[in-house]
T-cell receptor, first 109, second 113 residues
């Protein structure tokens, strides 16, 4: 079945790097996504990676994909207090997005 | 511009009321989605419209009735809701119904009393 797993919490200090991890089960997923949700807001598409790639970098964000282990990670360099939010990993199985439960990132100054 | 707008931002309704949620996008996207998100949970897909036709209904109760008047607008009509329907309702859109790059609106926070 389809399932996306994430750790629930991550706490870092401002200026450190944050790494949020995700595992998925559907090997036919074409795209994998990271969304950010701030309190009371909708979901912001941060970045995505095609399943035939193993890394994608976009400014402070680096996505790593290990297809063999079905493991996806999001690294945020120089984490800022404004990065505090819930981060959802999602896999695309055609039309539907299957979301993980979300990782709450807390950044302390 | 990757903006999806939703109105109202907040809605409180009684169990006998009829209300509607509205969603709009001007990105030329041909697929639009309704998701429901309960507190501290991930979004759950409710409906998908592709080229203005309902393509997916994830076994949603009939008290939720979607409508797509044109390619830019998506409505969700609400009638006889239950308190457990209180949630954040999110609209999203994508270029087509393959689900690639879904962009979300800010959501409508619905409270059913």
């Amino acid at each position: 079945g389809e399932d996306v797993e994430q750790s629930l919490f991550l706490s870092v200090r401002e200026g450190d790097s944050s790494v949020i991890n995700c595992t998925y089960t559907d090997s036919s997923s074409t795209y994998l996504y990271w969304y950010k949700q701030e309190p009371g807001a909708g979901l912001q598409l941060l970045t995505y990676i095609f399943s035939n790639m193993d890394m994608k970098q976009d400014q402070r964000l680096t996505v790593l994909l290990n297809k063999k282990d079905k493991h996806l990670s999001l690294r945020i360099a120089d984490t800022q207090t404004g990065d505090s939010a819930i981060y959802f990993c999602a896999e695309s199985t055609g039309t539907a997005l299957i979301f993980g439960k979300g990782t709450t990132l807390s950044v302390s100054s | 511009d990757t903006e999806v707008t939703q109105t109202p931002k907040h809605l409180v309704m009684g169990m006998t009321n009829k209300k509607s949620l509205k969603c709009e996008q001007h990105m030329g996207h041909r697929a639009m989605y309704w998701y429901k998100q309960k507190a501290k949970k991930p979004p759950e897909l409710m409906f998908v419209y592709s080229y203005e036709k309902l393509s997916i209904n994830e076994s949603v109760p009939s008290r939720f009735s979607p409508e797509c008047p044109n390619s830019s607008l998506l409505n969700l009509h609400l009638h006889a809701l239950q308190p457990e329907d209180s949630a954040l309702y999110l609209c999203a859109s994508s270029q087509d119904d393959r689900g690639f790059e879904q962009y979300f609106g800010p959501g409508t926070r619905l409270t059913v009393t």
